[in-house]
């Protein structure tokens, strides 16, 4: 045979081994598992169908004929099954492993992607986000699991970096895509092609989902299978108080959350394609600061980077609110603002690395789960506040929206300071009673 006629020189083995050692090194630096690939996979192709047309819904809800308060339901629902799902998600990634949980959260979408597709009607998307939000609300605490399990500890903050930029790639193009099919066909027409498209894709992602190899891990006891409880008192007080900060945070977020798109388009003026180039523009900022920002918070401390996310939060609002004071150069500010909202991403992989690693192994996903219901659930209500906030006028929706930032940044930053000096006092206590075990 060819092969057995002319053998790879020592030059050409040198070359391959030095091609595979620069491809092991690469994947080393961002933590690709195999598993870890898999799900990087499916996270792309269903958020390139997802993304189409989410960020356009509150406006499809208002040309379906949705009320303002109909427009805040939807986002309260939204935050709310963010909440409650995120729990029983854990639980059942816990319960039956990695592979059997991303494909039911899966199906379970489609069915959801079906539902608004079939019936051109709000209360269907009212209905239907019950089972479209599946994928990406009982799907976050399987992510955080997987990571926890793929990777070793000093490397978690690049594992759900890696997530975040592949996460955020599609965000950066499809609301292009999808608000050239609203200004082509209409916002209904447009969605509704959008939702074939994202059928199709999620379709796909069945395949892919079908490779995963769960790893042994050790039992959770039966009778703590299904504790909320358990896993909530498993926080010690460095989560408890990450997440205090995080609900005032997300408060910041949520109140003007549904509201964003219809300042920009009918407060502004800016089209469905405008609203895609601004949605990029924010999704580039957040992937060019993504992998440098946890690379560095692995390794010299994740707190600091947290603090930056939260002051960007804070900055979103008044960001907008400076951009309907300067009519004649409003679509400028808005990308300035939508930069500083992609900046928010800067520390939030550090934040989640974090959380899982204040989380028992074992309980990882239900840890995680318990966090997000808890906070979800209180910050379910910031949609509604936004709802009344907004018919009350769009700079009184901003102002409070940034009076939370402000408050959750602050108690974030006097808690590290009482966590190192709590720590401070307990090494000066652990030298005295050396010294006088000493003695």
């Avoid at 699991?145 to 965000?171: C, D, F, N, T, Y």
């Avoid at 900046?343 to 989380?359: H, M, N, P, Q, V």
Wanted: proline letters at 4%.
């Amino acid at each position: 045979m060819e092969s057995e006629a002319n053998p790879p020189t020592s030059d050409q083995q040198a070359q391959t081994k030095s091609s595979g050692t620069w491809l092991s090194s690469v994947a080393n630096f961002f933590g690709l598992k195999r598993n870890l690939v898999i799900l990087l996979l499916a996270i792309f192709v269903i958020g390139a169908g997802e993304e189409l047309w989410m960020r356009f819904v509150p406006k499809y809800l208002k040309e379906l004929g949705a009320t303002v308060l109909v427009i805040g339901l939807y986002d309260t629902i939204r935050t709310l099954l963010g909440a409650l799902y995120a729990y029983p998600g854990g639980v059942v990634v816990d319960r039956w492993g990695h592979r059997r949980a991303f494909l039911i959260f899966n199906i379970v979408s489609i069915a959801g992607y079906a539902l608004v597709l079939l019936i051109p009607h709000w209360a269907a998307v009212i209905a239907g986000m019950f089972l479209f939000l599946s994928w990406s609300c009982f799907s976050l605490p399987a992510t955080f699991s997987l990571v926890a399990s793929a990777l070793e500890a000093s490397r978690h903050s690049m594992g759900i970096g890696v997530q975040s930029v592949i996460k955020r790639l599609p965000i950066m193009i499809a609301p292009f895509f999808g608000g050239m099919l609203i200004d082509r066909f209409g916002v209904i027409g447009g969605v509704r092609i959008a939702l074939i498209i994202s059928i199709a894709l999620s379709g796909l992602t069945i395949l892919l989902q079908r490779e995963l190899r769960d790893q042994p891990k050790d039992e959770i006891a039966p009778e703590e299978r299904w504790s909320f409880w358990k896993s909530l008192s498993e926080f010690n007080s460095p989560m408890r108080r990450l997440l205090l900060s995080d609900i005032l945070i997300r408060f910041c977020e949520r109140i003007p959350y549904a509201w964003v798109v219809i300042f920009a388009m009918d407060w502004i003026g800016v089209s469905g394609k405008e609203v895609g180039i601004l949605t990029t523009v924010e999704m580039l900022a957040a992937t060019l600061c993504i992998i440098p920002a946890a690379h560095y918070a692995d390794r010299y401390g994740r707190e600091p980077f947290v603090i930056v996310t939260f002051i960007m939060f804070t900055l979103f609002p008044v960001s907008l609110m400076v951009a309907r004071a300067h009519p004649a150069y409003s679509f400028g500010l808005l990308v300035a603002a939508f930069a500083i909202r992609g900046l928010k991403e800067f520390g939030d992989t550090s934040r989640k690395a974090l959380i899982i690693g204040y989380c028992d192994p074992i309980r990882c996903g239900q840890m995680v789960g318990a966090y997000y219901l808890v906070r979800d659930v209180i910050v379910s209500i910031g949609a509604i506040i936004g709802a009344y906030l907004w018919a009350l006028g769009a700079e009184l929706n901003f102002l409070a929206a940034t009076a939370f930032g402000i408050g959750g940044t602050i108690f974030y930053i006097k808690t590290i300071r009482d966590q190192r000096l709590e720590a401070l006092e307990d090494i000066k206590e652990e030298i005295k009673r050396r010294r006088f075990e000493q003695k």
